[in-house]
T-cell receptor
């Protein structure tokens, strides 16, 4: 079975604090893809990053960084020096092509991040 | 270039009624997927359409049906509405048969409220 767990329902921080959003996934596929999306109040899901199961390199993009660890089945997302504009719901998602999931994303329940001035 | 366009943005229906939601994909995209997002939850895959056919379906009853038109736009139909169908319905479009999900663009969704 495929599953994505985001244990943090809500996180509240003050601007300029660093914050890490946790994501734990389950799949029996050896080839799979992990994603992070941002959902602002307007509703659309904005793609942030994709990682495939063969690439465990951490990635940094500006204030965003991602830590992928297959040993713990985790794909955590860190925002450095958070800003009010980072306030949104963040979703971690899994695509497991060989388990009937070729065409779909399996999402976690999301983490609502509130950044206060 | 317009992105993914969904209509209407909000809708209120009564239990037992039927509803049709519409999605126009991003220009150049030929694949449309529909997701249901209940309040406080992550999106759940309903189905995907490619070449005017349903290619894959999630765990949703037959009350949920869809259609894709030759211009790649799509409709989601829900019959015999239940209170539990209240949710944000998201449409995502992809190019090239949806080969690369990372290329999927999501619309802003239709907020359906069933009373």
């Amino acid at each position: 079975a495929q599953k994505v767990t985001q244990a943090q329902t809500e996180i509240s921080v003050v601007e300029k604090e660093d914050v890490t959003l946790d994501c734990v996934y389950e799949t029996r596929d050896t080839t799979y893809y992990l994603f992070w999306y941002k959902q602002p109040p307007s509703g659309e899901l904005v793609f942030l990053i994709r990682r495939n199961s063969f690439d465990e390199q951490n990635e940094i993009s500006g204030r965003y960084s991602w830590n992928f660890q297959k040993s713990t089945s985790s794909f955590n997302f860190t925002i450095t020096a958070s800003q009010v504009v980072d306030s949104a719901v963040y979703f971690c998602a899994l695509r497991a092509p060989n388990s009937g999931g070729y065409n779909k994303l399996i999402f976690g329940a999301g983490t609502r991040l509130a950044v206060h001035p | 270039d317009a992105g993914v366009t969904q209509s209407p943005t909000h809708l209120i229906k009564t239990r037992g009624q039927q509803v049709t939601l519409r999605c126009s994909p991003k220009s150049g995209h030929d694949t449309v997927s529909w997701y249901q997002q209940a309040l406080g939850q992550g999106p759940q895959f309903i189905f995907q359409y490619y070449e005017e056919e349903e290619r894959q379906r999630g765990n949703f009853p037959d009350r949920f049906s869809g259609h894709q038109f030759p211009n790649y736009s799509s409709e989601l139909n829900v019959n015999a509405l239940l209170l539990g169908d209240s949710a944000l319905y998201l449409c995502a479009s992809s190019p090239r048969g949806g080969r690369d999900i990372a290329e999927a663009f999501f619309g802003q969704g239709t907020r359906l409220t069933v009373v």
